[in-house]
């Protein structure tokens, strides 16, 4: 864990480099990519495996709103760790 959080704040100085005008952190997807890399999945298919992801996040979204036209929002505040 420690190696992964020292990871990621090294990707984030690097990301303050290339955009300092912008507040760029790590998300899930930086943690997907590395998981993926661990499994040896092609890289070339990262891209199709986070989009599938999405879509069936948005589908169930879409889904949801369909059943009683209001969408589940849960009144927890995430605030890290």
Do not use: C
């Not at 990871?7 to 300092?20: F, S």
């Not at 005008?21 to 997807?29: A, F």
């Not at 209001?70 to 009144?75: A, C």
């Amino acid at each position: 864990m420690e190696l992964a959080l020292k990871i990621e704040a090294e990707t984030i100085e690097i990301l303050k480099k290339y955009k300092p005008s912008q507040q760029l952190y790590t998300n899930v997807e930086y943690y997907a990519a590395a998981i993926m890399k661990t499994l040896e999945i092609d890289s070339s298919l990262f891209t199709a495996i986070f989009s599938s992801s999405r879509i069936v996040g948005w589908s169930a979204h879409v889904m949801e709103q369909a059943n009683n036209n209001t969408i589940y929002r849960p009144r927890a505040k995430y605030v890290g760790l």
